[in-house]
């Protein structure tokens, strides 16, 4: 079974926890700028949208990488920066679309979210379970039971 | 650690930008935010200072916890002489500016003296600027906000500002962050106009350590789990906000209604949580669209609403603005801006309330103004030539959100109502109609059904105000357990042991409504685990305890003594005409010489040298 981050914009309330978590995870201080998720708050539509990698199969960040700097991790199918070879040329930047590989200036490396090894950090860290790590293959159920339960209703009245 | 240790003073009168130390001998003795503020600025202002003059200060300051994953650890404070009393002030917000200034490297910013002309201050880590603010000089909260962030071209931003009403001085303007979350009371955002700083924008990316990292996530964790598990904190505040409290309230009889008149309100189910909840005909969309957390908090009680589209507040031109979701009731504001006033309109209080995050003003001192002006309407003292044509009966919507749109630009019968409900009521020779406490209006419980509220009320050091010492918590909530309301007895010992806690809470960087589920107990594991110094229990209440005496002589030496911890006549002798409370008036005598006992006060209420020098003051 292959995991993923489960996001629901419906439960998140933009307390920013996934945030700091992240950026302790990754840089052992309470830094949201760090982060590699990041909340959204879209003010008038009264909605907050948490957003990071969702890990493409096959990704555009990895594919324009010159120095293939990033690597799969086949059990888990998580894009991995390797600080060690990345050159800080941001191509990778450009190439995704979403938008979530991003540059450090500090370290002049690209960060991106890896999924903690397998234990991520944001989803612990969720008061609401706006974020939950579970089967990728299932990501849709709880939106699928939902409807399933509002087209049930309409057929019964 | 958990402190940056760094100080950032803006001199605005020469615009000398400089950086100190902490001082952090004296981080060990007030903590931070509150407490720490109010010691710099008591060393640094005279007491005697005209509070919207240069020789004024205004600090902005964060807790140690601010900016942390301790739940709710959020929030900064403002910290001046408040003009709307002449008493210190201390104005606490939470939102996402707090922290963004935290992580630009600093604990605190000192703003001295008057800039020459209006600028904003822009702070990205040690890129420190005044800049020019003339073209946004004139402009609400939300197109300061708007401007600002196209300028610095960074949507990461954080912004406080004031309005109009900041500019021209009304008297209880609030300084506004994030669009909707305000260092409401005191009128701070009158001292930051007569500074002439418009605005600070902050942007961060410094990061905040702690001493004990895995100590501190344990400590942490286990505070969110109660938080968590806890009616209120859990369930009640983030399902209602703090407009669960609405029905509670008129239930108990302690509803201040119609400028005091009563203490039951007939139209509070119309404005309370249940009926934001409920939809509406016209869209069959609910007022409350979401509800939204400060930063850091577990909680969430913050409203986020819609006013319904066929309103009669949303025809004309000029209100797209008002169109969509924005900042929404909170429990103070529909009372004031509601049962003060005697409106039940539920649309037109969320327009109220949009103005007041528009313009920048405290709802409480607003709706509690306009309800003393109510008074003074239907009393025959004021009339339609004096208000501009405003019918201000108690209950009519339509006068209340016009008298709101011209305070928040200071315009017509809007200056006067700026000027607060002490100062209206004594140019029209009505003094005793004011309901307010050293110049403050009082919030959102009538001292005759909640007695301990009456002497919160009474010795608050900024003022009226339900923020300092919550007895409600107990008296009503039965927490951390349950006290009679209608009675004084042991409400001093009460008001004194929550003043001098929410002091400690108030100087951390946390939230006071986490109060509903924390004690000390919780709270405490968590600052010793992110700060140095041994942060017991005990410490934390002698902290608060200093605090609160520091205030006090600060208000002492400003000449607000003993003779100004008292209530208007209205709540003193007048007794409640119906509900629980009938009957009744506040027994602030019975509850007043035990409470200065208590505090190792003289019977004048001045701190004695003993207690003084017990304190380390």
């Given amino acids: ?157 | 650690m958990a402190w940056t240790k760094k100080i950032l003073r803006i001199n605005l009168t020469s615009g000398e930008i400089t950086t100190e130390p902490l001082n952090m001998e004296w981080a060990q003795k007030y903590l931070g935010q509150r407490g720490l503020a109010t010691k710099y600025f008591t060393e640094e202002t005279d007491p005697t200072v005209d509070p919207l003059s240069p020789e004024n200060k205004l600090i902005f300051a964060t807790g140690p916890l601010t900016g942390t994953c301790a739940s709710t650890g959020g929030r900064y404070s403002v910290i001046t002489k408040g003009p709307l009393t002449g008493a210190i002030a201390c104005s606490n917000s939470g939102g996402y500016f707090g922290p963004e200034l935290k992580f630009s490297g600093y604990d605190m910013v000192i703003l001295e003296g008057k800039s020459p002309k209006p600028v904003y201050l822009s702070i990205f880590n040690d890129k420190v600027q005044l800049k020019d603010a003339s073209h946004i000089w004139g402009k609400s909260v939300w197109d300061a906000d708007a401007a600002i962030k196209a300028e610095v071209q960074d949507p990461l931003a954080h912004i406080a500002a004031i309005g109009v009403s900041g500019e021209k001085g009304v008297l209880y303007s609030c300084i506004v962050n994030n669009l909707h979350r305000a260092a409401g009371r005191s009128g701070v955002g009158a001292v930051m106009g007569s500074k002439n700083l418009k605005a600070i924008v902050a942007r961060g990316s410094n990061g905040v350590t702690v001493k004990d990292p895995q100590g501190f996530f344990a400590a942490t964790d286990a505070g969110k789990k109660v938080l968590a598990e806890n009616a209120v904190t859990g369930e009640g505040l983030p399902a209602f906000g703090t407009q669960v409290l609405m029905n509670v309230i008129n239930e108990s009889g302690a509803m201040p209604t119609r400028n005091c008149r009563d203490t039951v309100f007939e139209g509070a189910h119309d404005i309370s949580a249940e009926a934001m909840a409920e939809p509406r005909r016209s869209d069959g969309k609910a007022n409350l669209s979401t509800n939204q957390a400060c930063f850091g908090c577990t909680i969430a009680c913050g409203r986020v609403s819609t006013i319904d589209p066929t309103h009669f507040t949303l025809e004309g031109e000029g209100k797209d603005r008002y169109k969509h979701a924005s900042g929404g009731l909170e429990y103070e504001a529909a009372w004031a801006l509601g049962s003060a006033t005697g409106v039940n309109d539920l649309d037109a209080l969320t327009y109220a309330q949009f103005l007041c995050n528009e313009h920048g003003l405290d709802p409480i001192s607003l709706g509690a103004t306009i309800a003393a002006a109510m008074d003074l309407y239907e009393e025959g003292v004021i009339n339609d030539e004096i208000t501009g044509g405003l019918k201000l009966n108690f209950g009519n919507a339509e006068a209340l959100v016009k008298a709101c749109e011209l305070t928040g630009i200071a315009e017509g019968f809007g200056a006067e109502l700026g000027m607060g409900s002490k100062r209206l009521c004594e140019k029209y020779g009505r003094p005793e109609l004011s309901m307010t406490v050293k110049g403050q209006e009082f919030p959102a419980y009538d001292p005759r059904g909640i007695q301990g509220m009456g002497l919160t009320y009474a010795t608050s050091n900024r003022g009226a105000c339900h923020l300092r010492s919550y007895t409600v918590s107990s008296e009503i909530l039965g927490i951390p357990e349950k006290t009679d309301p209608l009675v004084t007895d042991g409400k001093a010992a009460l008001v004194k042991a929550f003043q001098d806690a929410t002091a400690a809470v108030d100087s951390a960087g946390i939230c006071v409504f986490t109060t509903f589920a924390w004690t000390l107990d919780d709270i405490a594991p968590q600052i010793d685990t992110a700060c140095e110094g041994g942060w017991s229990v005990d410490k934390l209440m002698e902290v608060g305890e200093r605090i609160w005496n520091m205030e006090r002589q600060y208000n002492m030496a400003a000449g607000i003594k003993g003779d100004k911890d008292t209530l208007p006549d209205r709540l003193l002798k007048e007794a409640a005409k119906a509900g629980p409370a009938q009957g009744l008036v506040a027994g602030l005598d019975k509850m007043l010489p035990e409470y200065y006992q208590l505090r190792g006060w003289s019977t004048d209420g001045t701190p004695t040298g003993e207690t003084l020098s017990r304190l380390g003051l």
């Fill in chain 1, 1 to 157: 079974m292959q995991l993923a981050l489960v996001i629901d914009p419906g439960k998140c309330t933009s307390c920013k926890q996934c945030e700091m978590a992240c950026a302790y995870e990754k840089e052992q201080t309470f830094n949201p700028a760090k982060s590699r998720i990041r909340i959204f708050d879209f003010h008038e539509e009264a909605r907050f949208v948490p957003y990071t990698c969702t890990q493409c199969d096959e990704a555009w960040c990895q594919q324009a990488c010159p120095v293939n700097a990033i690597t799969t991790d086949h059990a888990s199918g998580v894009k991995i920066v390797h600080d060690n070879l990345c050159v800080g040329c941001k191509v990778c930047t450009i190439a995704c679309p979403f938008g979530t590989i991003n540059y450090n200036a500090d370290t002049g490396k690209v960060i991106k979210c890896d999924l903690c090894g397998g234990d991520p950090a944001c989803a612990k860290a969720c008061p609401t379970d706006a974020i939950t790590y579970s089967d990728v293959e299932q990501s849709g159920f709880e939106k699928m039971k939902a409807w399933a339960a509002k087209t049930d209703a309409a057929a019964q009245s």
